[in-house]
Every structure is written in structure tokens, then in C-alpha cells.
């Protein structure tokens, strides 16, 4: 696989120094990306740059991630209106090791390959390092007007910001730098990717090992991915689409991918999956005769959240998918587990009931009219269920006299009443 070219079809290719290609045809070349560890896990922002280092496995080079436990007690200027919370030692080994946890299921780490992929911490050799080392040493290589120069020094020091740039943030560039200059000396690396708005910091990286040592390194750049409405891409109300499934559950993280326009669709297909170019557009052709199947979000859908997460995942959020926009079965209303249940029915009324009064059998109109507020009177109650429009987890109710008792409990909490195809209520037991 020539790793240019599938970078290129896919649109994952926003720059490149000369000579890049020439060196990854030349021999096996190691490569890193940052990653920032400012939290215990990665989100979907980060995925671009993650897909960049399996692309890059998968290519026969050997991919280096590495996690910025200094830079992140710095912070990056690069896009940034302001500087970052600091964070201390414990907390940076705990996101370290969360993050790696998630970039096994994309990278091979422990296989005897040569181009197994390796994980690194910058604060490893930084932490033992002197401000007098560090200036004498590195400092006197680069210049202050060539680190003037940057984009995101020019940006934070022009009429945009009010706050200036702390003498922290400025050297930055320096410290990531450093980190390249570190890794071709220790590890052979010759290359650094990642999103467009480090160009600035990588190619400080590049002239740094070419002042100190005389070698070449290379910079290769992913465009920042957008929403086709030119919003930012990965955000939602609630905030973050996390990859950690305690922090946004697979069904969510489905619904993301299965909510994307078309346009994006067929651009994110091409970038977040593994589905070759033929596959990709055959489905995109398949698409567009008949958009209202929404064949590429189901597909993209599908992929990512089985790379992510499982196939046991993705099919639970399937059937959960289901049982909210009305195929769904009592069955699989009872397969759900508790974090995918909440998720779906989030945002719906709730009702607290007595757990005793359920174990102990209520009558559905007094448990619906009386005990709750799912309808405002027992006539309206009465009328609905004679007109079929009752449901009581996913099962018509067709008697107001069947009572409600501990078998109806979903796991041994919950009472899911549906009144019509839309409204649904969760009575909560407790």
C-alpha cells in the first residue's frame, strides 16, 4: 500500500514537505503523532491523526504516539485563545495508560513485528531536564524570529487575542521540538504527523534536527475535519463525543455517525473506516439512487463503533436504535443493559413509583392517572387504551383492568409506558 496515495483518495492529506514520499518509498520509516492528555480519553477529534498511524501499520511503516505529558503541563498556543489547565504526574500517567488502552484496538503494540507500534511519554525526558540544559542545548538552535514567525504565534500575539502569550506557551514549539529531535535520535523516527494547525510546531521539529545533527526529517499534515455547514466537527449540545463508553455510551456514539448529513457521510466513510476505495464508492453510487436508505451513515455507523467499541456494542445500539423509532420488541426492550436503556429513553418524562406498590400489583389506570402524571385523567386513559394506543414496555395494553406488578419491572427499576407512537414516559421504581 503506498501510504501517500491512500492518504490522498481518502482526503486525509492536507500537506507534506518535499521528499516525504521519496523517503517512505525508500525504506521502513517510523512516524509520531501528540496526543494531548488533558483527559482520560480520547474523542472523536483525535481520530483523524489515530487513523493516520494505522494507515501508516498498515503500510509496513512502524507508528509512534506519543503523549504529551509535558506539553500538556504547558499547553499548545496552536488554535488556542487561551492557555490550558496544568496537570499534575498521577493524573498524566492515568491518562496515559486510558489512552493506550483505546489505541490497541487501532494499533498493533505487542506483536514481534518490525513496525510494532510504540507509546512514549514526552515527560520521560523532559522531566530531568534543566531550564540552563534546555537553553544552552536547544534554545540557541532556533531563533526568536523564527519562532515569531509561526502562525499561531503571530495569531495569539495580534489584535485577536487580549491576553498576550505567557513565555510558557511561546516555547512550546521549542519543547515539541524537542520531542522530534528526541525520537530520530533514540527511536530513528524521521517523520511527524498530525492536523493542519501543528504545521507550525512540527516544521520548528524538522529545522531543529536539521541545525543540531545535520539529518533530515520530514512533517506530514491532515486537513481539521468540518461539518459540511462549516461547523466544528465532533461537538454535540451535550459536548465531546468520547470514545470511552462510560463518558458517551455506544448507542450515543452510533447516533453521532448515524445522524451525519450525506455530504459528510460520504466524506467521513472515506476517512474514519478501513473500506477500501471500491467498496466506498460502490455504496456512495448505491447512496445516491436511494438516499432516503441512508446506506453510507448506516455503514459508517456500523464500522466505526465495531473499531471503537464491539459488534456486540454495535448491535445493541442497533436494536436500541429500533426500539426507540418503533420496530423494537419487548424482548429487546429487555436485552438492553442499564447504560444503553438510560441513554435511549434520556431526555423523556420520568416518574418516581413505589417499588412496593408494583411488587405489591397497581391497576394501570391508577398507576398511570393517579400515581403518575403520564395522563391527565382516568377517562383519557380508558379511551386511549380502547383505541389500541397503550403500551407498557413495548406490549399493547389492551385491558384497564390488567394490573401492573414486579414482572413488568426492566431490570428490576424501570416501567417503560409508550402512549401513541411518540410519547414515551420511564417510571422509575424505587
Known amino acids: 500500500m503506498n501510504f501517500v ?29 501528540g496526543i494531548d492528555p488533558t483527559a482520560d480519553s480520547l474523542h472523536i477529534g483525535h481520530l483523524v491523526s489515530v487513523m493516520m498511524l494505522k494507515h501508516f501499520q498498515l503500510a509496513g ?21 487561551q492557555e490550558r489547565n496544568l496537570l499534575d504526574e498521577p493524573t498524566l500517567r492515568h491518562n496515559q495508560q486510558c489512552i493506550q488502552n483505546q489505541l490497541e484496538k487501532f494499533l498493533d503494540f505487542k506483536s514481534d513485528a518490525p513496525n510494532a507500534a510504540a507509546l512514549v511519554n514526552n515527560y ?37 487575542s487580549k491576553s498576550g502569550m505567557s513565555f510558557t506557551e511561546f516555547t512550546y514549539q521549542l519543547v515539541q521540538g524537542y520531542d522530534f529531535l528526541h525520537l530520530y535520535q533514540t527511536q530513528g523516527c524521521k517523520l511527524q504527523m498530525g492536523g493542519s494547525d501543528q504545521w507550525g510546531n512540527i516544521t520548528t521539529g524538522t529545522e531543529l534536527i536539521r541545525r543540531k545533527t545535520g539529518g533530515e526529517a520530514f512533517a506530514m499534515t491532515c486537513p481539521l475535519i468540518t461539518k459540511a455547514d462549516g461547523t466544528k466537527f465532533g461537538k454535540t449540545e451535550s459536548g465531546n463525543v468520547w470514545l470511552d463508553p462510560e463518558r458517551t455510551s455506544p448507542y450515543k456514539f452510533y447516533q453521532f455517525w448515524l445522524n451525519t448529513s450525506d455530504e459528510d457521510a460520504e466524506r467521513y466513510i472515506k476517512i474514519f473506516t478501513l473500506l477500501n ?9 448505491e447512496h445516491r439512487e436511494e438516499p432516503h436508505r441512508r446506506l453510507l451513515q448506516k455503514k459508517l455507523a456500523e464500522e466505526i463503533t465495531i473499531m471503537v467499541h464491539s459488534k456486540e456494542d454495535y448491535e445493541m445500539a442497533v436494536e436500541a436504535s429500533q426500539i426507540l423509532f418503533g420496530k ?31 411488587e405489591a400489583g397497581a391497576n394501570v389506570i391508577d398507576l398511570l392517572a393517579e400515581k403518575t402524571q403520564v395522563f391527565p385523567s382516568k377517562g383519557e386513559l380508558r379511551r386511549t387504551i380502547k383505541g389500541n394506543g397503550l403500551s407498557i414496555n413495548k406490549e399493547k395494553v389492551t385491558d384497564a383492568e390488567v394490573v401492573i406488578g414486579k414482572e413488568f419491572l426492566i431490570g428490576d427499576k424501570y416501567i417503560l409506558a409508550q402512549k401513541g407512537k411518540k410519547n414515551y414516559f420511564l417510571l422509575i421504581a424505587e
Do not use: C
Not at 511503516?61 to 485563545?81: C, E, W, Y
Not at 540544559?133 to 538552535?141: A, L, Q, S, V
Open 5 to 33: 496515495k491512500e492518504l490522498e483518495w481518502r482526503g486525509m492529506l492536507q500537506g507534506m514537505m518535499p521528499r516525504t514520499e521519496e523517503q517512505l518509498s525508500k525504506e521502513m520509516t517510523a512516524a509520531y503523532v
Open 328 to 358: 423494537g420488541t419487548a424482548e429487546q426492550l429487555r436485552k438492553l443493559n442499564e447504560s444503553t436503556f438510560l441513554s435511549v429513553f434520556e431526555g423523556v418524562p420520568q416518574f418516581s413509583v413505589s417499588k412496593s406498590e408494583i
Open 61 to 81: 511503516h512502524r507508528p509512534i504516539a506519543l503523549v504529551g505529558g509535558a506539553t500538556g503541563m504547558i499547553g499548545d498556543p496552536s488554535g488556542k485563545s
Open 124 to 160: 520521560d525526558w523532559m522531566k530531568e531536564f534543566s531550564f540552563l540544559e534546555f537553553i544552552r542545548d536547544i534554545g540557541k538552535h532556533i531563533t526568536v524570529n523564527y519562532m515569531m514567525a509561526k502562525d499561531s504565534v503571530k495569531k495569539r500575539l495580534g489584535e485577536e
Open 277 to 285: 476505495q471500491e467498496e466506498i464508492e460502490s455504496l456512495a453510487r
